[in-house]
């Protein structure tokens, strides 16, 4: 499968974004599937993850209660709806599919294919 991450942007601090994430090759029901983001000088870290069935979802305590993991299978698409947002969520966001599990996927290392990013940049 092929990730096409978008939607990020420039934003000013308390506003929104919602990135996508269409998946191409195979059909995204097949797989659980998360949000990373790696912010400049910083390792890469988890956001966001949903399970197969969109059942479960589990979130970073950074952005619990602000930033929201959908997906809509029929149309093959990832989606993380940012509000609130702090400087400190600048980084590049990646998506993410494990094609092993049926529940949610904290770990980096148990993904399988990766989107090749999409910039955040929140001004304060």
């Known amino acids: 499968v092929q990730l096409q991450a978008s939607g990020g942007g420039l934003v000013q601090a308390g506003g929104s974004l919602r990135l996508s994430c269409v998946a191409s090759?195979?059909?995204?029901?097949?797989?659980?599937l998360g949000w990373f983001r790696q912010a400049p000088g910083k390792e890469r870290e988890f956001v966001a993850a949903i399970s197969k069935s969109g059942a479960t979802s589990y979130y970073a305590d950074s952005v619990k209660g602000r930033f929201t993991i959908s997906r809509d299978n029929a149309k093959n698409t990832l989606h993380l709806q940012m509000n609130a947002l702090k400087p400190e969520d600048t980084g590049v966001y990646y998506c993410a599919a494990d094609d092993f599990e049926y529940g949610v996927v904290l770990a980096q290392a148990e993904y399988d294919y990766w989107g090749q990013g999409t910039q955040v940049t929140v001004s304060s």
């Open positions: 090759g195979r059909t995204l029901s097949s797989y659980s």
